[in-house]
């Protein structure tokens, strides 16, 4: 069973400082997705990385996919209230018959003004 | 555009009771994959859908079915429902099965009492 791990699981801090969040597992994927979750909504794609050691940048958002492809990091520098949010991470996996997306537990973080 | 819709917002079931969700995928997309969210925590991931065959499964047991119509649109039929089962049901569409970026609905509130 594959298995991402993410931490913290909450992470509460005051507007303008930076946070990170971490993604970890034992298996290798074939992409990394990050996604952001609102109360009463869907998961929002934010990003996908698909090369070890890639970085990827999103204004304030900066995406880290580890050399081996099993581990990932998102840091948000300058936080603001608007980051406030669920932060999901997810792999993917390719069979032969299919491709599946495995998720972990999630990072809540609250930017207090 | 209109994105990806799930119906209904809301559901409120009975122990043992059958239950259908749908999904209507985001336009131009043709792979449907349904997720399972557990208050708390991330999205599982339960199958999906790439034309009208389901392609690939999660752990989920037999009494998780689906169906995709030739317009893509997918359904989600659950049996002999249990407490278990309560959970946010996510269908998110993706122009391939390669997952490599999905758009999910806003999600179908399932209570099971």
């Known amino acids: 069973t594959q298995l991402l791990e993410q931490s913290p699981q909450f992470l509460s801090i005051q507007e303008g400082e930076n946070l990170t969040v971490y993604c970890n597992s034992s298996s290798v994927f074939s992409s990394l997705q990050w996604y952001r979750q609102e109360p009463g909504e869907g998961p929002v794609l934010l990003v996908t990385v698909v090369t070890g050691g890639e970085v990827k940048k999103l204004k304030r958002l900066t995406f880290q996919f580890g050399d081996a492809r099993k581990d990932s990091s998102l840091h948000i520098t300058a936080a603001q209230p608007g980051d406030t949010g669920l932060y999901l991470c997810a792999g993917a996996t390719m069979g032969a018959a299919g491709n599946k997306l495995t998720f972990g537990g999630g990072t809540r973080v609250l930017v207090k003004p | 555009d209109a994105g990806v819709t799930q119906s209904p917002t809301h559901l409120i079931k009975t122990r043992g009771q059958q239950v259908t969700l749908r999904c209507s995928p985001k336009s131009g997309h043709d792979t449907v994959s349904w997720y399972q969210q557990a208050l708390g925590q991330g999205p599982q991931f339960i199958f999906q859908?790439?034309?009208?065959?389901?392609?690939q499964r999660g752990n989920f047991p037999d009494r998780f079915s689906g169906h995709q119509f030739p317009n893509y649109s997918s359904e989600l039929n659950v049996n002999a429902l249990l407490l278990g089962d309560s959970a946010l049901y996510l269908c998110?569409?993706?122009?391939?099965?390669?997952?490599?970026?999905?758009?999910f609905g806003p999600g179908t509130r399932l209570t099971v009492t």
């Open positions: 859908y790439y034309e009208e065959e389901e392609r």
């Open positions: 998110a569409s993706s122009s391939t099965p390669s997952l490599y970026e999905q758009y």
